[in-house]
């Protein structure tokens, strides 16, 4: 059963402050990203990982990186905490094989910037 | 990029209907179409996918139905019950090239 988690399910920052979000998954799983959830918008993909060392941004990598220095962990970095990236985030990851394309997710880190 | 229009955003049905629910993609491209399933405070988990060279595909009361020159796709779920109640979101992919696109999301509601 594939496992995907995430470091924290909730956390409150201060406006300005770098925030380390982590995310571990147990299945070997080549593909990582990174997601934000809000209200009315849906899921909206921030950055991706094909491979160790490997990132590609998504649609709204702007005041966000990531890092993968290992392949069963992505972390997804605010290098300076702001309110409006007050929000849900949510990891999945899935195998670079063409037998299934599913991607797992996490369990969400709710986030709050103030 | 891609971009992903779900419709409608709240859906309510009587118990036992049907319900469908809509998404439109603006990218030829894309030959990936998901749809997933989140209920309230919990990560969303796929209930069914369908891949470009199939336009229809069924798991029991679930069905997906795609048409690549309209370029939209739809959900159909038949006999609901009340534990189909959650927000479904349709998405849209280019494998092996990058991530989901998402729709906003559709609100089910389903009526005793």
């Known amino acids: 059963d594939v496992k995907v988690t995430q470091s924290s399910r909730y956390l409150v920052k201060r406006t300005g402050e770098k925030v380390f979000l982590e995310c571990v998954q147990d299945?070997?799983?080549?593909?990582m990203f990174w997601y934000r959830q809000d209200p009315g918008l849906g899921l909206r993909l921030i950055y991706f990982?094909?491979?160790?060392?490997?990132?590609e941004k998504g649609d709204i990598p702007e005041g966000y990186s990531v890092s993968r220095e290992k392949k069963e962990r992505f972390s997804l970095i605010l290098e300076s905490a702001s309110t409006n990236q007050t929000s849900m985030y949510l990891c999945?990851?899935?195998?670079?094989?063409?037998?299934?394309?599913?991607?797992?997710f996490g369990p969400g880190t709710r986030l709050t910037v103030t | 990029g891609e971009n992903v229009e779900q419709h409608p955003s709240t859906l309510s049905v009587q118990e036992g209907d049907s319900a469908v629910i809509k998404c439109t993609y603006s990218?030829?491209?894309?030959?990936?179409f998901p749809w997933y399933k989140q209920e309230l405070g919990k990560r969303p988990q796929l209930i069914i996918d369908?891949?470009?060279?199939?336009g229809e595909k069924k798991d029991q009361r679930i069905a997906v139905t795609l048409n690549k020159t309209a370029k939209h796709f739809s959900l159909h779920i038949t006999e609901t019950q009340p534990e189909d109640s959650a927000v479904y979101f349709c998405?849209?992919?280019?494998?092996?090239?990058?991530?989901?696109?998402f729709g906003k999301g559709t609100h089910l509601i389903i009526q005793p």
């Open positions: 999945a990851s899935t195998t670079a094989g063409t037998s299934s394309y599913e991607q797992y």
């Open positions: 299945m070997d799983h080549e593909n």
């Open positions: 990982s094909y491979d160790v060392k490997m990132k």
């Open positions: 990218d030829s491209a894309s030959n990936y």
């Open positions: 369908i891949r470009s060279n199939v």
């Open positions: 998405a849209a992919s280019i494998v092996g090239a990058d991530g989901l696109t």
